[in-house]
């Protein structure tokens, strides 16, 4: 069994996994149609900034985050100060820090699914008189249906999973910020603490797996959906 404060790390961990792909996932479907279906200049700085947290060390990712989120950033103190929203060692850095690492992986699916449906499908519902809005929320949006979950199931395992961004923007409060990445990395420093962490170890393991086998079944049935479409 878990104890009170590993249930409290595997509860704030959810929800922090949960608001990252909820706030970021719009943004994702709009900039995988883009780079799917659209020609424009600076389309390659689009694509390197969307994938540049893949390889950004996650500290440099947490540092940049700060510098712009943080109480004296670019945009954190207009924030906090009209909105009353501050990250910075608050449960919304992590959850923002979760956001900007993973999504890469969101896009990345939504991208394919959109490249993947055939634009005879979309012409077809135009000629039958959809306007645009219309025939994206008609046909694009369940043709690409899977993608988009797959690429939320993604999102959200690798939200689970994010520490370098997370420790340097929300630091390691317990209750507050400490994610289960955060909680095993603080029992590690404690003697037998290979012991303890094993249990929040074995608890990630099940709920990524769970999320990725998801999303592989999604995808997979995407692909059958989208030639029955074509077909």
């Not at 999102?155 to 961004?165: Q, Y």
Request: charged fraction near 15%; proline fraction near 6%.
């Amino acid at each position: 069994m878990l104890t009170a404060p590993e249930w409290q790390a595997v509860r704030l961990t959810l929800v922090v996994a949960v608001a990252a792909v909820a706030v970021s996932l719009p943004i994702a479907i709009g900039v995988g149609w883009l780079l799917a279906k659209r020609e424009f200049p600076g389309k390659f700085l689009v694509e390197t900034l969307v994938n540049l947290p893949l390889v950004l060390p996650p500290v440099v990712t947490g540092y940049l985050l700060l510098v712009v989120f943080g109480r004296n950033g670019v945009l954190g103190g207009f924030l906090e100060k009209w909105l009353g929203l501050r990250f910075v060692f608050d449960w919304k850095g992590a959850a923002l820090a979760a956001a900007v690492v993973a999504f890469p992986l969101l896009v990345r699916p939504i991208r394919q699914s959109f490249a993947a449906i055939d634009e005879r499908l979309i012409q077809a519902a135009r000629t039958l008189g959809a306007g645009p809005f219309d025939a994206f929320a008609s046909v694009t949006l369940p043709l690409a249906r899977p993608g988009i979950l797959g690429g939320a199931l993604l999102g959200f395992a690798r939200s689970m999973g994010e520490f370098g961004a997370t420790i340097m923007i929300a630091g390691n409060i317990p209750g507050a910020t400490r994610t289960i990445s955060l909680l095993v990395y603080s029992q590690l420093e404690t003697p037998g603490g290979m012991r303890t962490s094993l249990r929040l170890v074995w608890v990630s393991i099940a709920i990524a797996s769970l999320a990725l086998l998801a999303g592989e079944v999604l995808e997979r049935r995407g692909r059958r959906r989208l030639t029955g479409a074509i077909g």
